[in-house]
């Protein structure tokens, strides 16, 4: 998209005005989103009312690449706050959940 520009206030951050045509079609798609190198960084999307099995799947995986992104991003000398850690606990402990689930069907 050409009409990409940096906020003045935050030169960490950027905003993006969709034109009509643009916002009509982001309402009916998946957008994702790439670093300049090419590398997916995550997905904006709506829920879909209908969700099948293919899509929640297709879901479930770029939620997974957007985490890996993030704790890439994390320098290792960054020292997660506890209420940070229990989070990230619980999520893989009902991920685990999920997947005993799984290989027991």
Not at 21 to 32: D, I, P, V
Not at 51 to 60: E, S, W
Request: proline fraction near 8%.
């Amino acid at each position: 998209m050409d009409n990409v520009a940096p906020p003045p206030s935050s030169p960490a951050s950027c905003i993006i005005k969709l034109d009509q045509f643009q916002y009509t079609f982001f309402q009916k798609s998946r957008l994702e989103v790439h670093s300049p190198e090419g590398k997916f960084l995550t997905i904006v999307a709506n829920p879909l009312p209908d969700k099948t099995g293919d899509d929640a799947v297709y879901q479930v995986y770029c939620q997974t690449l957007l985490l890996e992104t993030l704790f890439d991003g994390i320098n290792e000398s960054v020292k997660l706050p506890q209420w940070a850690i229990n989070s990230i606990a619980r999520v893989i402990d009902r991920i685990d959940g999920h997947l005993k689930k799984q290989l027991s069907m």
